[in-house]
């Protein structure tokens, strides 16, 4: 096959073997984490829906935003941002069964995500530190809500790149890793999009 | 590894890191509006406006949405009518009761 003649568009397409076509060509395991951020979606949406109806009613959400750490917060999301590279990265070297290259990102993602959760957790010490708690108001409680729950799925998704990091570094299959790897980094990601919205919404309201 | 596959997984790295690049840019955009004196509806706009533009780069190339089936765009997109639906349904309570302060 000459490579200099075929374009890269094509190149992907070619070695693409999930079928657009036809609702039993989705891999089940595909499906099922679609289903399961699709209830995510109406969790976090709940909650960041209340958030604005608040907002909307009572107006004074500004006030006490002006106490959280947005330079803390802006340096997160450049940390998940980040990380969520190394995740797409780390399903990039599965697909490509490139058995260093996917220990690296997974290892890489995993840091990352620790990274997250050590600044978030001297956000809140230094939030309960100045006596901003959940009790504190109404715009207090939304914020340890949101961020606490999000960092709840944050570990949740820390712990399943470990299990693969784990599963890469003893060699298990490509024909079961590779798939993994793509379910654990929808998941990611997801995690990753509710935080570009929280972060506005809370710490630049 | 095959070489093809070497070629292959070169190109999506470089399309990734492309994405990384834009995501980082609009974060730095949607930072620059926070720090402009612009009106609190105008620069909400702007910043969750720049938010949806970051959402949609995550979904579209990260989460491959751009080539999937389309009941998984179903999965993503009718659970966020439902919220906009609920959220939208109370707005005249709200305004009714509180009057709106947003």
Not at chain 1, 22 to 50: H, K, N, Y
Not at chain 1, 58 to 81: P, Q, R, S
Not at chain 1, 150 to 178: C, D, F, S, Y
Not at chain 2, 14 to 36: E, P, R
């Amino acid at each position: 096959m000459d490579l200099t003649t075929q374009s890269q568009p094509e190149l992907t397409t070619a070695l693409d073997s999930d079928d657009k076509d036809g609702l039993r060509q989705i891999p089940p395991g595909r499906l099922a984490v679609w289903w399961f951020l699709a209830s995510e979606v109406m969790v976090f949406g709940g909650l960041i829906g209340c958030f604005l109806l608040f907002e909307a009613a009572h107006g004074d959400f500004a006030e006490a935003a002006a106490h959280t750490n947005w330079k803390l917060g802006a340096f997160n999301t450049l940390i998940l941002l980040t990380s969520s590279l190394t995740m797409i990265l780390a399903h990039s070297a599965a697909k490509a069964h490139d058995s260093l290259g996917t220990r690296l990102c997974l290892f890489a993602t995993v840091f990352l995500g620790l990274v997250f959760l050590g600044v978030k957790s001297i956000e809140y010490r230094g939030e309960i530190s100045e006596g901003f708690v959940p009790s504190t108001g109404t715009f207090w409680s939304f914020y340890f809500a949101m961020t606490g729950l999000h960092g709840l799925h944050l570990i949740g998704g820390i712990t399943a790149n470990t299990v693969l990091l784990i599963a890469a570094v003893r060699k298990q299959p490509w024909t079961i890793l590779e798939k993994r790897v793509e379910y654990a980094g929808l998941y990611w990601h997801f995690v990753d999009v509710i935080w570009i919205f929280l972060f506005p919404l809370i710490y630049l309201t | 590894m095959d070489s093809i596959e070497r070629d292959d997984q070169r190109f999506r790295n470089k399309l990734y890191f492309a994405i990384w690049t834009w995501l980082l840019l609009l974060f730095g955009v949607g930072m620059a509006v926070f720090a402009l004196n612009l009106t609190r509806k105008m620069a909400a706009t702007l910043i969750f406006g720049l938010a949806a533009i970051k959402a949609v780069l995550v979904l579209r190339y990260y989460m491959h949405l751009k080539r999937e089936h389309v009941l998984i765009y179903l999965m993503v997109v009718v659970p966020l009518l439902f919220f906009a639906a609920f959220a939208l349904s109370l707005v005249p309570d709200i305004v009714w009761r509180h009057g709106f302060r947003g």
